[in-house]
């Protein structure tokens, strides 16, 4: 048998605590549940230094101290469940059928999250020595905010990792690179006038209107990069205010999600929106969303919602360690890209610490109805990661501090 392969008992348990994962809800800023599950899980299995910070997201380590880090980075959160009768199985119930468990957040990302804690403490169940440490980590508040509870864990907690792995699901393929996301507001202000009467007022819905055709026309002129694609322009909102249903509006708001490539910068996505208003002859500017966010212990940040993209070239040290990890599970990965969000945004968009991507699930069924995971790929995910683990801070490793 392939060392890196759980046994059956370690499956048998991974199943277990993966069921009770899902069986638990964990919505954004209301994770406490499930991260007490995370909390008893990492203290029955070995890990040492398991701890909640103040802004509740939880962390279990392995290893010395003495040496390199490599930290293992899920979320504990869930997005709502939009349509309860779209779901053709209790989104609670983790009913496993044909290999798949069925349920809320067993692709996103909780079947990674049981992967990284399995896959850590199997290293333990071999008896691998370390010269350096594993730190699992699940943080809160991705879904709103992918990148503040990492954050919190380097500016707030002091954890300082030489790389990072990024569990969200990835089909099992190694990704290299991911979108920037920012998002972003635009009101637009017309004249009041009652209905009966539209000439005397200025309706903010026409005027708008026209903004909207120039960022349709602008959505299928964005930059492109070779492998990470095109930038991406959607509206995704859009409301009036009138002071009653026979007025004519005098304000009109969108909100704006656009998903960045290589190349393009906060300032340059900005810009090329401010042209279109400014082309239409709108006085009003497009404004990047800050909003306060509030963990489950009671926190509150306030938060910017803008990352940048980030890549790593195919022969970077970390992707050709996280390939070969891959194959030694009996996986041929291809490399790969993220067009979402995650928590990568902080980790390589921000503090430029090399990271990678590697998880079970399909991306595509993320915040769908009927969520699941195939089993098989969460077990072979947590084999590679403590293969991952043992080539980057194993003691028979040769690997020091990786740089871009």
Known sequence: MNQWQLTTSEKTALLDFLRRLVQTPSFSGEEGGVAELVLDELR????????????????GELGTAAGPLLLLDSHL???????????????????????????????????????????AAHLLQLGVPLAGRVMVAAVGLEEPCEGIGTRILFEE???DPDWVLIAEPSNLQVIRAQRGHQEMSLSVTGRSAHSATPQLGENAIY?????????????????????????????????SHAVSRNAIPERCEIIIDRRLTLGESETSVLAEIQRVITR?????????IEE???????????????????AFKSKHP?????????????????LEKWHFATEGAYTAGVARVPTVGFGPGDPALAHTSNEHIELSQVYTAAGAYAALAARLVGAVSSFGKLTF
């Not at 869930?78 to 059928?97: I, K, M, N, Y």
């Not at 055709?213 to 995704?236: N, Y």
């Not at 239409?280 to 990047?288: C, N, R, S, Y």
Request: charged share 20%; hydrophobic share 40%; aromatic share 8%.
């Open 157 to 159: 907690d002091g954890i």
């Open 292 to 310: 306060e966010i509030k963990t489950y212990t009671g926190k509150t940040y306030r938060v910017r919602r803008s990352s940048l993209p980030w």
């Open 318 to 334: 970390l992707v050709q360690a996280m390939v070969a990890a891959a194959r030694q599970v009996g996986c041929q990965p291809k």
């Open 280 to 288: 239409e002859g709108v006085a009003d500017q497009v404004k990047i």
């Open 77 to 119: 959160d869930t997005v709502r469940v939009s349509d309860p009768e779209s779901w053709a199985c209790d989104p609670w119930a983790a009913e496993v059928r044909d290999g798949r468990l069925y349920g809320l957040g067993s692709c996103d990302m909780k079947g990674g999250l049981a992967a990284t804690i399995y896959g």
């Open 207 to 239: 005027t708008m209107a026209r903004v909207l055709f120039g960022l349709e026309i602008l959505a299928g002129q964005l930059t492109t990069d070779s492998f990470l694609g095109s930038g991406v322009l959607a509206v995704t909102d859009i409301r």
């Open 44 to 59: 029955a299995l070995g890990f040492h230094g398991v701890r909640r910070d103040n802004a509740g997201n939880v962390i």
